[in-house]
């Protein structure tokens, strides 16, 4: 499914976006319903969203609770406050940890920051993780807040949910639907089927239970690439398409030193060529961390940042430098991102971001490098055909996407479909992985490059 142009005219990507955060905030501000549910895509200005739909409750007098699921995720959230509305009172509630947020928040004057959620009562705007918005209880507060925004919602737990839910009156829940599915430590098998589901994620359940609840989306990713949106949306976002806010000349990645002929570099071209680019090693059966493959991605990003790349886009039209804080490498386990950084060191590369999906959730990067989470395998295992995790690895870049994969995948799948039991009661989760990772190998084969030959 793709997403028409309206009747009579063109996309125009600012206006749709415009359209769909002025009726997110709307009802936000001024609906009825205890909640309201927004799906954005990779890179559609979620953030964004969540900023300033806190600004403008503030503005309203509403105070206001918001939501994250990480440290890092709220100390980002407090930063971006402070950056567009310096004279705005927020709150920081942090746990009793040796080193609980970000010491950057030091030094906002217009932050306050205390362990104890009575502490910052009164202010405009207080923010934390669910994990610590848990432990605070009604009783210990004057009233409940008003309203509270849920960020990065669909990676919330709905046993976290119902643990603050006495918190606030009325909600503003904003994630991606196309990421990872929540953490648990334990198997959920005993409560699948059950219409309160601990383990599935607080939007599903929310739902489930308020059918009626408003529903947006966020029509265009600012992050990706015209090259790249189709094909995301496509594979990851069947019932919730979206589209590019750039065309496919508004951003171009050159390189000052030409190719040496060898398969890195082959594939480099072609990426920056097409936004995409496969390079495949010869089909065999490797241990986890394949020393071949680690090496190949380790090759790739060296030639990256010798061949001098430079970017441009629609936020500069000068030249930006493919340095490697621009870079990132992505995989699917940590002792394979371990691998790679060793890699990396070997051939004198520092400051690149070498990371699992899971932490990679929300990043962006001029250029990503990923190991594919089948390369090498001689089974597909329900990890390693989460969805949500090459959706992550396939929707971090602005630039170009590099693959480094071992031929023979697509057989493998073949030889592997899907054998999850059946549960009653129980929602099939759609776009299903094997579905999805074929369809992405697809594309992929087009941008492939052989190496060696």
């Given at each position: ?9 063109t ?10 955060t002025d ?28 900023v ?9 007098g509403?105070?206001?609770?918001v939501?994250?699921q ?19 009172p ?5 746990s009793?940890?040796?080193?609980p ?11 306050r920051?205390?362990t ?5 009562a ?6 934390s ?20 925004i849920?960020d ?11 643990a ?5 009156e ?30 599935a ?10 059918p ?13 690439p ?5 094909l995301?949306?496509d594979?990851?976002?069947?019932y ?9 000349d508004?951003?171009a ?15 480099i071209?072609?990426a920056a ?6 390079l495949?090693l010869?089909?065999r059966?490797?241990?986890r961390?394949?020393?071949?493959a680690?090496?190949a ?11 001098g ?9 000068d030249?930006t ?8 490498v992505g995989?699917?386990h ?9 890699a990396?060191a ?10 699992t999906?899971?932490?990679l ?38 630039h170009a ?8 995948v697509?057989?493998l799948?073949?030889?592997h ?6 549960q009653?009661?129980?929602t ?17 084969s ?6 060696p030959r």
């Amino acid at each position: 499914m793709r997403l028409a142009p309206p009747a009579g005219g063109t996309f125009d990507p600012g206006a749709e976006a415009t359209r769909a955060t002025d009726a997110i905030l709307h009802d936000t501000l001024h609906g009825t319903h205890r909640g309201v549910v927004v799906d954005s895509p990779p890179g559609a200005g979620k953030s964004t969203l969540v900023v300033r739909a806190a600004r403008e409750l503030a503005a309203a007098g509403r105070p206001l609770m918001v939501i994250a699921q990480t440290n890092a995720q709220v100390d980002d959230l407090v930063l971006r406050l402070a950056e567009k509305d310096p004279e705005l009172p927020v709150g920081r509630l942090h746990s009793s940890d040796p080193d609980p947020y970000d010491k950057a928040l030091d030094d906002l004057a217009n932050v306050r920051k205390s362990t104890k959620a009575g502490d910052l009562a009164g202010l405009d705007v207080v923010i934390s993780t669910a994990a610590k918005w848990a432990h605070v209880k009604v009783d210990q507060l004057d009233a409940p807040w008003g309203h509270a925004i849920v960020d990065e919602a669909y990676q919330m737990r709905s046993d976290a949910l119902l643990a603050v839910a006495g918190l606030f009156e009325r909600a503003l829940f904003v994630g991606d639907p196309g990421q990872l599915d929540p953490f648990s430590i334990v198997g959920a098998e005993q409560w699948a089927g059950l219409s309160y589901d601990p383990s599935a994620s607080a939007v599903s359940t929310l739902l489930a239970h308020n059918p009626e609840l408003p529903q947006h989306r966020l029509p265009v990713s600012w992050r990706l690439p015209a090259s790249a949106a189709p094909l995301v949306s496509d594979a990851f976002y069947p019932y919730t398409p979206f589209r590019s806010g750039t065309g496919h000349d508004d951003r171009a990645l050159t390189f000052g030193v030409p190719s040496d002929g060898s398969g890195p570099d082959q594939v480099i071209d072609e990426a920056a060529r097409a936004g995409w680019g496969l390079l495949e090693l010869p089909a065999r059966n490797t241990p986890r961390t394949d020393p071949e493959a680690v090496r190949a991605v380790a090759l790739v990003v060296r030639r990256l940042l010798d061949r001098g790349g430079a970017a441009t886009s629609e936020r500069d039209p000068d030249p930006t430098p493919l340095t490697a804080d621009r870079i990132a490498v992505g995989t699917a386990h940590r002792d394979q991102a371990a691998a790679v950084r060793a890699a990396l060191a070997d051939l004198g590369v520092t400051d690149v971001t070498v990371d699992t999906a899971n932490r990679l959730q929300g990043r962006e990067y001029d250029v990503t490098v990923v190991l594919h989470p089948l390369s090498g395998r001689p089974d597909a295992t329900a990890f390693h055909l989460e969805t949500g995790r090459l959706c992550v690895l396939a929707s971090r870049h602005r630039h170009a996407c590099i693959v480094v994969c071992r031929a023979g995948v697509s057989d493998l799948l073949d030889d592997h479909p899907s054998t999850e039991p059946v549960q009653l009661g129980v929602t099939v989760k759609f776009p299903d992985g094997w579905e999805a990772n074929h369809a992405v190998l697809a594309r992929l084969s087009e941008h492939r490059v052989t190496w060696p030959r």
